[in-house]
C-alpha cells in the first residue's frame, strides 16, 4: 500500500506497526543508539519495548530518561520523542516508554532497499534437483523486505525456479544467519572492468516465516535508520 504523502500521522494506530517490528532508540546524553522490537502499546499511556542490548547482555535504561525514536512505516522514516516511564526485569527485560505526542515524517522513501555487499550462499530447493554443483557462492548487492540482488559468475538457475539463500545479518549488533526461499525473476548480464561476465539476479523471496521475517526486516530497517541521523 502507498501512503499519501500529503497524510501525516498522529498516532501510532497511524503506522499500522507490528508486534517484533525493529524501533531505532537513540539516547540524547551520552549519545547512543540501540535498536529494540515492538511488544505493544496502550494508546495515549504507554509502549513496550524489548531492553536494548550491548554485547549481548539487556541494558536498563533510567528511568525519566528522554530518548528519540525512529522507525520505518512502509514508504515513511518517522520520529518521535519519548521518555522511560519504567524498566522492567520481570518475568523478562523490557521498558515502558511513554506514549508519543507528536510523530513527525522525517522522510519518504520510494522502496525500502538498501544497497549492501553481503557474500551469500545459494543452495538448490531439494538436493539434486538442479544440474550444477551446490551450494554457489554469490554476492548480494542490494537487499529489501520482498526481494534482493544477487550477483554471481555463472547463471544461477533459469526465470522462475527457486532457491534457498543463506546470509549472515547483523540485528541490533546480534549475528544471525537466516535461509530465505527465494524465486529468480529476471537476469541481466554486465561485464567487468577485467572482462568477465557478471550474472545479475532480481530474486524475489517467498514464505518467509516469522522468525526469518522479523530478523530480516530488523536488518534492512537498521540500515536505513542508521543513514537517517
Known amino acids: 500500500m502507498t501512503v499519501d504523502q500529503d497524510s501525516t500521522p498522529h498516532s501510532l494506530d497511524d503506522l499500522a506497526l507490528r508486534i517484533g517490528d525493529p524501533l531505532y532508540l537513540e539516547t540524547l546524553s551520552p549519545t547512543t543508539r540501540y535498536v529494540v522490537r515492538l511488544m505493544g502499546y496502550v494508546a495515549g499511556k504507554s509502549m513496550l519495548v524489548t531492553a536494548p542490548l550491548a554485547q549481548g547482555r539487556p541494558i536498563l535504561l533510567k528511568e525519566g530518561k528522554p ?3 525512529k522507525l520505518l512505516a512502509e514508504n515513511r522514516v518517522c520520529g518521535f520523542s519519548t521518555v522511560v516511564i519504567k524498566a522492567c526485569m520481570t518475568p523478562f527485560n523490557y521498558l515502558h516508554l511513554s506514549y508519543p505526542k507528536d510523530i513527525e515524517v522525517l522522510e519518504y522513501r520510494k522502496a ?48 522462475g525456479e527457486s532457491l534457498y539463500m543463506t546470509a549472515r545479518l547483523s540485528v541490533a549488533n546480534v549475528e544471525q544467519i537466516v535461509r530465505i526461499p527465494l524465486i529468480i525473476r529476471n537476469r541481466t ?41
Open 67 to 69: 530518548i528519540r525514536v
Open 112 to 159: 525500502s532497499r538498501i544497497s549492501v555487499r553481503l557474500i551469500v550462499s545459494l543452495d538448490e530447493m531439494v538436493e539434486d534437483s538442479t544440474p550444477g554443483r551446490w551450494p554457489k557462492p554469490a554476492l548480494c548487492t542490494d537487499i529489501s523486505t520482498t526481494g534482493a540482488k544477487i550477483s554471481s559468475s555463472e547463471p544461477l538457475v533459469d526465470i
Open 189 to 229: 548480464l554486465e561485464e567487468d572492468e577485467g572482462g568477465q561476465t557478471i550474472f545479475h539476479h532480481g530474486a524475489e523471496f517467498a514464505y518467509l516465516d516469522e522468525e526469518t521475517r522479523v530478523v530480516l526486516s530488523g536488518f534492512v530497517y537498521e540500515q536505513i535508520l542508521k543513514n537517517k541521523r
